[in-house]
């Protein structure tokens, strides 16, 4: 939701599933187009998302590879999201 992508970019093939590797592949070609058309949209993402800034700066500086690793940092804030809900709704 943070990206406003259309829903029709996530369908699957008949048979396809949704792995965690297809979800992350998606989310890397996500962050590599933002990077080169849109930066704009991708701070304020990376903002709503509440990706530490300082950490993406430091993570930046030693990555060989920028959009791998905005890519990384967003799945792993996600996760981080998920398993703090999960731990306060008394699943």
């Not at 704009?40 to 990706?51: A, K, P, T, W």
Request: aromatic letters at 8%; zero cysteines.
């Amino acid at each position: 939701k943070d990206f406003q992508v259309d829903p029709k970019d996530w369908e699957l093939q008949q048979g396809e599933e949704m792995t965690e590797e297809r979800a992350f592949g998606f989310l890397l070609k996500l962050v590599e187009h933002l990077m080169t058309h849109d930066f704009n949209r991708l701070l304020n993402s990376l903002y709503r998302i509440d990706v530490s800034e300082e950490k993406l700066k430091m993570a930046l500086a030693e990555s060989d590879n920028p959009a791998q690793t905005v890519a990384q940092m967003i799945w792993a804030r996600e996760l981080q999201k998920v398993q703090t809900r999960k731990k306060y709704s008394g699943r």
